[in-house]
């Protein structure tokens, strides 16, 4: 703060009037007037520049910035007529061009202000398809190759994510938050209970800021990579060099006898979207054969028994049980079978032998 005030010098014929001022020691702050930026979508660039105090108080500063523009440090102090360098980031999520001013604000309440211009592409990255067939049966795997091509000159790094956007992301999260929240009344009870607090609820009320900032930061730290019982998909993340590729191994794991489907996303830096992966697979069960699908019995007698063979061919690579069941009907239930039921190893072939006597007249079908 500066001061003023005033001295009158007094004489028989005047007055004289001396003002009198005293001004405060001040920081002045000096900073550069513009900084571009240009960077590939989803990474950083960064300028390291020179914060500097002309004038001759100590100064605490803060800076003010816009998403998706940040400094580091943003707040310190400044001695007078020193210098130090700050670094301004540019870490943009989306395809755009931006304009914002950068706040430098300084505990005099003056503020200064740096014009803050960037921009941000897409670069030529790509998946080299983006669906993929498999097929396995039960209790085996089937594999298959999915290429990630950097055509750009940067280094790109990915992620597997399950969700489609940040946004769908952020809701997850959010209900992870919400689900583990240390606030709920059922939660506050049962772990009051287990902590065997002296003071009890008060007391665990009392440390609750902290518990749900460890939670929250715990959640936000979550990646949430792919994730799936059925498929998988290695490596989950990593960097492809400029004007490289990366091979990506997917596996297939049916456990049923069904079609599955999932989309795996590609977050990479580079690309403002993340790459849709369509991932289809099919359950196949046991295959079994008969080495025949009919059986004419032609002209027989009634009450004359006999006696047929078919066989089961096991054509699969995983053991096939089986179980035979006659048809319900009054003929139907005329037919015998031996065995059945039983398991036939890959390969492997089992002879079912056919007993039939029947005691009514007439054709039949079964």
């Excluded at 006999?306 to 699969?316: A, D, M, P, R, T």
């Amino acid at each position: 703060q500066d001061y003023c005030h005033s001295v009158d010098f007094i004489s028989g014929r005047e007055t004289i009037t001396v003002p009198i001022r005293a001004v405060c020691a001040r920081a002045i702050l000096e900073f550069p007037d513009e900084l571009d930026f240009a960077c590939p979508v989803k990474c950083s660039s960064e300028k390291t520049v020179l914060l500097r105090n002309r004038g001759n108080g100590e100064a605490r500063y803060h800076f003010n910035a816009e998403s998706p523009f940040s400094v580091v440090p943003a707040t310190g102090t400044l001695g007078a007529g020193e210098t130090m360098q700050v670094t301004v980031i540019f870490h943009p999520m989306r395809s755009d061009e931006y304009f914002t001013r950068l706040e430098v604000r300084c505990d005099t309440g003056k503020s200064i202000y740096t014009k803050l211009h960037g921009k941000a592409k897409d670069f030529n990255i790509a998946l080299n398809t983006y669906t993929v067939n498999l097929k396995a049966f039960l209790t085996k795997s089937d594999h298959a190759t999915v290429v990630i091509e950097n055509r750009s000159n940067i280094t790109a790094r990915f992620q597997w994510k399950t969700f489609a956007n940040e946004e769908e992301e952020n809701r997850m999260k959010m209900r992870l938050f919400n689900a583990q929240c240390p606030r709920n009344e059922e939660r506050v009870d049962r772990l009051v209970k287990a902590s065997k607090m002296e003071t009890g609820r008060e007391e665990y009320l009392s440390i609750l800021p902290r518990m749900e900032q460890e939670l929250r930061t715990k959640v936000q730290q979550n990646p949430l990579l792919f994730s799936d019982d059925i498929f998988s998909i290695e490596p989950l993340e990593g960097e492809i060099g400029p004007n490289c590729s990366a091979e990506i191994k997917l596996t297939f794991k049916p456990q049923k006898a069904l079609v599955y489907e999932k989309v795996a996303y590609c977050n990479i830096s580079g690309r403002e979207g993340r790459l849709p992966l369509r991932l289809i697979g099919e359950g196949q069960g046991p295959w079994l054969e008969l080495s025949y699908y009919e059986l004419n019995l032609a002209h027989i007698f009634i009450n004359s028994p006999h006696i047929y063979e078919v066989k089961l061919f096991n054509k699969g690579p995983i053991d096939a049980p089986f179980s035979l069941t006659p048809p319900s009907t009054d003929v139907g239930s005329c037919f015998k079978f031996e065995p059945q039921e039983g398991i036939i190893a890959p390969g492997g072939c089992q002879a079912i032998k056919i007993f039939f006597k029947c005691d009514i007249v007439g054709c039949f079908v079964e």
